[in-house]
């Protein structure tokens, strides 16, 4: 059974799905009459990290915008889970070829986002993710070909051992708990990742991190988010083969400078789907920096179809 639950005004709707056996929290942006571009979130990301800008300036191209927290992240439904999994060791059975056994895959959470869709009415979407949110389409737009009217696959990859894996100090990075149980603590380590994974050409201070960090708590501190995410990416293994019935028009996007989804990722799914088109950001990190909102925002316009290109945004730090 699926229900909604809605707190609307004019032009945002938001509220729960229930759907797939948990509580999906969306928010949904525009006219309800226009083509829907669903962004769908990465690793413990929350709707919030989908640049504010970029979803306004889609709207006032003539695109209805819903955005949602995966299952663990942000206001939806979390696992019960208390210490964290053994990433590390299955990352290494993961490279190795051997099945990771996890509490889901990714194909559950392709299921949740194709739940939100049904309750909310949408048959068809240009589906836009990133990192392994991209993952979550490009499986979407393989297994569901009816509800993908476009693909836009942003900083992923399809997921195959053998691709290049993210640098070291990365991978070690994401599994290092903080120094201690402080606030600060906290705060500094969330940082510490995010900063090693920033654009090189594209940078923010590190206090703008440390706002961003703050912001996302303060709607809903999820620690294992990170560790349950990374656990299904790699139970899940490499799809590459199933990209193959893709038919949906697809466009892949990544930073040339990408240190935990390497570039590789993205050329390797630009050559599994039929007909994809690539397009590699010189300086660009695995990150979405307000210096390439504008890029990004238009990337996806000219794939989709828009012909009115928006201008640079105006960021102050």
Not at 123 to 128: G, L, M, P, R, S
């Amino acid at each position: 059974m699926i229900t909604v639950k809605v707190v609307s005004d004019e032009t945002l709707r938001t509220g729960y799905v229930n759907t797939n056996g948990i509580s999906v929290y969306y928010e949904d942006l525009g006219n309800p009459s226009d083509p829907v571009m669903f962004l769908v979130c990465g690793m413990a990301m929350q709707l919030i990290h989908w640049p504010d800008a970029m979803c306004q300036a889609w709207v006032a191209q003539g695109f209805r915008v819903i955005r949602f927290d995966n299952r663990e992240t942000g206001l939806t439904t979390r696992s019960h889970v208390k210490s964290a999994p053994p990433i590390l060791q299955s990352f290494v059975r993961y490279r190795l070829g051997f099945k990771v056994d996890a509490e889901y895959d990714l194909d559950t959470l392709v299921l949740d986002a194709v739940g939100v869709l049904d309750a909310l009415g949408v048959e068809q979407a240009h589906w836009v993710g990133v990192s392994m949110g991209g993952m979550i389409a490009q499986l979407a737009a393989a297994d569901y070909p009816q509800r993908v009217l476009s693909l836009t696959s942003i900083m992923s990859t399809t997921n195959e051992p053998h691709i290049p894996g993210p640098r070291w100090d990365v991978l070690l990075g994401l599994v290092k708990p903080p120094r201690d149980n402080t606030e600060q603590a906290k705060v500094k380590a969330s940082v510490d990742v995010m900063d090693k994974l920033q654009s090189p050409d594209y940078r923010v201070h590190r206090d703008v991190l440390a706002f961003d960090v703050r912001r996302a708590n303060a709607r809903a501190r999820r620690p294992m988010a990170g560790p349950m995410h990374q656990m299904a990416i790699l139970a899940t293994g490499g799809f590459s083969k199933r990209l193959k019935a893709v038919i949906a028009p697809t466009l892949v996007i990544h930073g040339d400078r990408d240190p935990l989804v390497r570039s590789q990722g993205g050329r390797h799914s630009a050559k599994s789907i039929p007909g994809a088109k690539l397009s590699i950001i010189p300086g660009m990190g695995h990150d979405l920096p307000p210096g390439l909102t504008a890029k990004l925002t238009n990337l996806v316009l000219g794939h989709i179809g828009s012909i009115e290109p928006v201008e640079a945004f105006l960021y102050v730090s």
